[in-house]
């Protein structure tokens, strides 16, 4: 089945320093959607991208939705020690009538203090 | 609002047993959905459900069965376990199709051996 390319896999950076990821697809999305999970929870909304070329923001989060609506970044500024987790992104498209989602592979992301 | 909730959050089965994952959302969501996570592999869409009484399969529906007889509960069953079904299973819902993502349960953690 379609996965989506997101990279990197791991990030190890120092508390304060900004982050960004990214996500690419072959196939174009309706909505592009960032979800963070931490440890033994299910996957949480961070942030939803309707528009071709929306950029949105969510306090010290920004993600963007590609022209092309088959990519999508996500930036973290001035991160601290709660931004610690994995970060996925989905690709949401209407299909068979259901909201189908397809799921990157995840940003695993280590703060140092 | 207890959101999406997951019974159990550990279980142990031998190889050939059976089980049944039980899902429940208390925000008069129509559509559910059944998720498998696996390492470096993202959420991969078992079965889904556009409403009571209704399933349709997703992407890796083999060895699994799913029920819909209530509009709150969505379970997923596995009626012969085996190994590669050693997994954390996810449990999603939405109010519909055009809404921002997936609201997802906490997860259950299956090892098969």
């Known amino acids: 089945g379609q996965q989506l390319n997101q990279s990197p896999q791991s990030m190890f950076i120092q508390e304060g320093e900004d982050v960004s990821m990214n996500c690419t697809s072959s196939s174009i999305f309706n909505t592009w959607l960032w979800y963070k999970q931490d440890p033994g929870e299910g996957p949480v909304l961070l942030i939803a991208l309707y528009k071709a070329g929306e950029l949105t923001s969510n306090g010290r989060l920004t993600a963007q939705f590609g022209i092309t609506r088959k990519d999508s970044f996500l930036n973290i500024s001035a991160s601290i020690p709660s931004d610690v987790g994995i970060y996925f992104c989905?690709?949401?498209?209407?299909?068979?009538?259901?909201?189908?989602?397809?799921f990157g592979q995840g940003t695993r992301l280590t703060i140092n203090p | 609002n207890a959101g999406v909730t997951q019974t159990p959050k550990f279980r142990v089965l031998k190889t050939g047993q059976s089980m049944t994952l039980l899902c429940a959302q208390d925000?008069?969501?129509?559509?559910m959905y059944w998720y498998r996570q696996d390492p470096g592999m993202g959420l991969r869409l078992i079965h889904y459900?556009?409403?009571?009484?209704?399933?349709a399969k997703g992407e890796v529906p083999d060895g699994y069965n799913v029920s819909r007889l209530k509009k709150q509960n969505f379970l997923l069953g596995l009626e012969s376990a085996a190994p590669s079904q050693t997994s954390v299973y996810f449990c999603a819902s939405s109010y519909d199709m055009t809404g921002p993502g997936q609201y997802f349960g906490p997860g259950t953690r299956l090892t098969v051996t």
């Open positions: 925000m008069n969501h129509e559509y």
């Open positions: 459900s556009v409403g009571e009484g209704t399933t």
């Open positions: 989905a690709g949401q498209r209407l299909s068979q009538g259901a909201q189908k989602l397809v």
